[in-house]
């Protein structure tokens, strides 16, 4: 799939955790899911079809963060503020890019990433 084709599409789930090894032992056990280290707060895991991080933090039950992809970040910023979404963490750079994250009407908070 081209860039365009990932654009506002779901492409990445992203765990709180307290301990990244413990996460990493229990999915790594569970689901033979694989993992890549980023430093000592980040690990990407990789479950064959799907990838995702998990971060060091106040876990969040409930869920994972939905990160989507665009090609357009500061555009799709504009479209959820426009929407009714309320910005939670302005654009900010990491590694492999830059992302905002924002709450929806309901309160839930996605991400919203780019590599451009």
């Known amino acids: 799939m081209s860039a365009a084709e990932h654009h506002h599409r779901i492409d990445y789930l992203e765990f709180t955790v307290a301990s990244i090894a413990a996460s990493k032992a229990f999915y790594g056990g569970a689901f033979g899911w694989t993992f890549q280290d980023y430093g000592p707060d980040y690990c ?20 994972a963060l939905v990160v989507l992809y665009s090609t357009a970040l500061e555009d799709s910023l504009a479209k959820v503020e426009a929407a009714g979404a309320r910005v939670t963490r302005p654009i900010f750079a990491f590694p492999g890019g830059r992302r905002f994250q924002f709450a929806d009407p309901d309160g839930y908070e996605l991400a919203v990433w780019t590599d451009a």
């Open 44 to 63: 990407e895991f990789r479950d064959g079809r799907l990838t995702g991080g998990f971060t060091h933090g106040t876990p969040q039950p409930g869920g």
